[in-house]
């Protein structure tokens, strides 16, 4: 999952952190349990405990038994980890809040495996039902991100089949970025002080991703009916299609400001 899966139990928003670990916290309060069965005290357990070090080992492929308590508690963190505060709260990897919300009740492990088991397989229907309680700036942003996978999909299946290979794939896709946005990949993360491990895509703002994705479908397009091939040729037509797509954006822009003055 993703932070964005927002898991619902019994009508109430169960949260993750960034990397898609559930809030036990959130279900043991959702379930009603008592104090003797929270988070904290269900992983001292042997119950608790041995699955946890079973699910580690399936998520990691790593042995954790071996470990002194320190080190453990340092290799669990991947899946299993508290977090301090004025609420306080204990995540876990899907796999393991799973099993810990059916030792309060069955039923909600049912439901947490149904929504883990719908996302692993890529149920659209999952994200629409998301969408329909987010707000209407979400739902924007959702649907022109898909849009723009699709379209980067074609795009890179495109080079592939026109015989571009290894870093062409990224060269291709930063001329595009340079003549669309002024800058490459890196330049524009470093620029909103993002990472590289960073999806540069999720963090673009709306109308420079349409430009970009309008790029690259004016580029895919190129290369098929010009029938280029290798990485040369491939990259020279996605430079002119871009190329020309910013010329138009750059005379749009300049009609509307000679308009208003």
């Not at 038994?65 to 899907?94: D, E, M």
Request: charge should be positive; glycine fraction near 8%.
């Amino acid at each position: 999952m993703t932070a964005n899966t927002q898991l619902r139990l019994r009508g109430k928003l169960v949260s993750e952190d960034n990397n898609g670990n559930i809030n036990l916290k959130d279900i043991w309060v959702i379930a009603g349990s008592t104090l003797n069965k929270d988070p904290y005290q269900w992983s001292r357990r042997d119950i608790g405990k041995h699955f946890i070090d079973a699910a580690y080992k399936k998520i990691t492929g790593k042995e954790i038994r071996c470990l002194t308590p320190n080190k453990r508690k340092k290799a669990l963190t991947s899946v299993f980890y508290g977090k301090k505060g004025r609420s306080g709260a204990t995540f876990a990897h899907p796999l393991i809040a799973a099993k810990y919300a059916g030792y309060l009740d069955p039923n909600l492990e049912v439901k947490i495996v149904e929504v883990w088991l719908r996302y692993r397989a890529g149920d659209p229907k999952l994200a629409d039902e998301i969408l329909e309680r987010a707000s209407a700036e979400a739902n924007r942003w959702a649907g022109l991100r898909a849009i723009s996978r699709a379209v980067r999909n074609g795009y890179t299946s495109t080079l592939k089949l026109h015989g571009t290979t290894g870093y062409g794939y990224a060269n291709c896709t930063n001329v595009i970025y340079r003549q669309i946005l002024g800058a490459n990949a890196k330049q524009l993360l470093n620029s909103q002080g993002l990472q590289e491990s960073d999806n540069l895509r999720d963090n673009l703002p709306e109308r420079s991703l349409s430009f970009v994705t309008a790029a690259e479908s004016l580029a895919t397009e190129r290369i098929e009916e010009e029938d280029c091939f290798g990485f040369s040729e491939c990259y020279q037509a996605s430079k002119r299609s871009a190329g020309y797509l910013k010329e138009a954006i750059e005379k749009d822009r300049a009609d509307r400001v000679k308009k208003a003055s």
